[in-house]
């Protein structure tokens, strides 16, 4: 692959070469390549080295390795997306293989819809035909690794553990600024793993290889399944709630879901592989999933300690770097949800503060609130709640004297709502539901302050 044009044409097998971990440095790398092409090597640095890992941790960690060199292996495939794919350094048993491909295939939906590909059943995964035997318990301790993303859905888990009274480290990937402020406002432990793609890749982007969306929450996720193993933590604890299952009805495609990995489908399947495959002792869940992105805004509502702290604006956040001249941009669809989803559980004069300016009163913002309404548009690709719940907050500020007269709300309350056949109600979107990978003993604690 000399010629400068990234000859993805040509390429015909995705290698996974090998994956180690240095212990005593706590570096990860994770070696890929196209055909007999050069290799692509991604590091990851666990902070806390030397580790001491007696006989089952390292054999979970082995485990666990292999999976993150897996599941990180999206970030490279999708350049080509060529048809065979071989794994080099071991082998895999079926149920891996399937998980995998699960991964890809649903984690690249979106990138497979925006460059007019069929990758439906096309993922196939090599397997050693062996059914391996049983993990063995890795001799963890109470203590969960809450994965912090600097918005408020993290937040909530947070203080939800904390007021459980469950151990925590804070913990997150790369060097975002924004993140660690939030951090460092719970004033709790923290961990920042580092996390350096194979440069390479930056160089095929430019030229010709294709691009888009991946399932970042499966790769973060392995990577915080490794780390909580290295500190011989018992919990991998994310933030994604119910809403997150739910994706993009395009027409003529069907669903599209910008957040696969965020859902349900992906959690009970990645949860299950850790117990079975990697520690029995290892509970990886999502605290916020039997709630709505509703309900998470009604708790998030109820405390002001991180108002100037945190933003879920995703133009803040981008992989060559991170761009916080403010905290929100105001125009994105990340944006418009959050004002639009905490309007109904703030004061007007909070929630303006927060965002600098009142979404809701301007008018050039009528298209991007149609879309989170899916009214006469899909809903965008990106990390936001389903429609029912955008019509219903906007529905509930249509009654409300502080917010029925700014444009966005009034012509919701003239030229919308009577399309619908009924008018929404907040109430029932509030309650939790019991699909959920919670430790019993912690939703007995928790559900009354959801519920309430």
């Excluded at 090998?18 to 055909?35: H, K, N, P, V």
């Excluded at 993290?154 to 924004?178: D, F, K, M, P, Y």
């Excluded at 905490?342 to 004069?349: D, G, N, R």
């Amino acid at each position: 692959m000399t010629d400068r044009r990234f000859p993805r044409e040509q390429i015909r097998c995705f290698r996974f070469v090998r994956c180690a971990f240095d212990a005593g440095t706590g570096i990860a790398e994770l070696a890929y390549a196209f055909d007999d092409g050069p290799e692509l090597v991604e590091t990851i640095t666990f902070p806390g080295a030397p580790f001491v890992l007696d006989a089952p941790r390292t054999q979970a960690v082995e485990q666990a390795l292999r999976l993150l060199h897996l599941i990180a292996g999206v970030s490279y495939y999708k350049a080509a997306v060529p048809p065979e794919i071989r794994i080099d350094a071991y082998s895999i048993d079926a149920g891996t293989a399937l998980l995998l491909a699960e991964v890809y295939e649903n984690g690249l939906g979106e990138f497979a819809y925006r460059n007019g590909l069929a990758l439906r059943g096309k993922i196939r995964f090599p397997t050693d035909g062996n059914e391996p035997a049983a993990a063995v318990p890795a001799g963890l301790r109470e203590h969960a690794l809450v994965a912090i993303g600097g918005g408020k859905d993290s937040l909530v888990s947070i203080e939800a553990l904390r007021g459980a009274g469950i151990a925590q480290t804070v913990t997150w990937i790369g060097g975002s600024h924004l993140i660690r402020a939030c951090a460092e406002r719970t004033e709790l432990p923290m961990l920042n793993i580092g996390r350096q793609l194979a440069p390479e890749l930056f160089e095929y982007n430019r030229n010709g290889a294709l691009n888009g969306h991946i399932p970042v929450t499966a790769v973060n996720s392995a990577i915080l399944v490794l780390a909580a193993l290295l500190h011989g933590h018992d919990q991998v604890v994310f933030s994604n709630e119910r809403s997150a299952s739910y994706g993009s009805m395009i027409p003529g495609t069907g669903e599209v879901n910008h957040q696969w990995s965020k859902g349900w489908s992906f959690e009970s399947a990645f949860a299950g592989h850790v117990q079975r495959r990697i520690a029995p002792d290892l509970r990886y869940y999502s605290l916020l999933r039997p709630l709505s992105e509703l309900a998470v805004a009604r708790q998030f509502a109820r405390s002001d300690r991180y108002d100037q702290h945190f933003s879920s604006c995703n133009r803040n956040f981008h992989i060559l770097g991170e761009r916080p001249a403010q905290r929100w941009c105001g125009i994105c669809p990340k944006c418009h949800f959050v004002f639009l989803a905490l309007a109904p559980f703030m004061s007007k004069p909070r929630l303006v503060g927060i965002f600098g300016r009142n979404l809701l009163d301007e008018p050039s913002q009528t298209a991007g609130f149609d879309a989170l309404l899916e009214f006469r548009d899909h809903k965008p690709f990106e990390c936001v709640g389903e429609g029912q719940e955008s019509r219903a907050a906007m529905a509930a500020l249509a009654q409300r004297p502080e917010w029925r007269e700014d444009t966005i709300v009034e012509r919701f309350a003239r030229e919308i709502l009577p399309q619908l056949d009924t008018v929404p109600d907040i109430a029932p979107l509030l309650v939790p539901v019991d699909e959920h990978r919670l430790p019993s003993s912690l939703w007995t604690r928790l559900r009354a302050n959801f519920t309430a």
